[in-house]
C-alpha cells in the first residue's frame, strides 16, 4: 500500500482542515465550544483516520478507517449546512467547503470499492 501521504484523498482532506480552521475562526465566540469545536474535530478525523487505516497490516481494518472517515464526511457536511443556515457561513464559502467535502467523499467511496 501507498503511504498515507501519498495518497491525494489524504491531501485534500488535509488542505480542507486548513479551510476549515481558517473559516471557522470567524465564527461567534459562543460557537467555539459548540458547532465550531465539532466541525474541526469531524474534520481532523477524515485525514486522521485515512493516515490510521493505511498504517494497518490488515485490509479490513484499513477499509474500517475509511468507513469511519466517510462518516466524518457526512457529519461535516451536515455542519456545514447548519452553520450556513446560522448565516455563520456566506454562500460563497459554503459552496466552496461543501463542493470539496463531497470531493472527498466520492474519493473515500473510490478508494473503499477498490479495496473491497
Known amino acids: 500500500m501507498a503511504n498515507f501521504k501519498e495518497l491525494l484523498v489524504w491531501q485534500k482532506s488535509i ?10 475562526g470567524s465564527f ?9 469545536s465539532q466541525i474541526r474535530r469531524a474534520s481532523v478525523s ?8 493505511n498504517s494497518r497490516r490488515s485490509k479490513l481494518d484499513y477499509l474500517q478507517f475509511l468507513k ?9 457536511e451536515t455542519q456545514l449546512i447548519i452553520s450556513k443556515n446560522l ?3 456566506n454562500e460563497e464559502n459554503y459552496k466552496k467547503l461543501n463542493e470539496h467535502i463531497i470531493e472527498i467523499s466520492k474519493m473515500l ?8
Open 68 to 76: 469511519i472517515a466517510r462518516g466524518s464526511c457526512a457529519e461535516v
Open 28 to 36: 461567534p465566540k459562543d460557537e467555539m465550544y459548540g458547532l465550531v
Open 109 to 116: 467511496n473510490g478508494l473503499i470499492n477498490s479495496l473491497q
Open 15 to 24: 488542505d480542507f482542515v486548513t479551510e476549515i480552521y481558517r473559516i471557522t
Open 46 to 53: 477524515i485525514p486522521s483516520n485515512i493516515a490510521e487505516g
Open 87 to 89: 448565516n455563520y457561513l
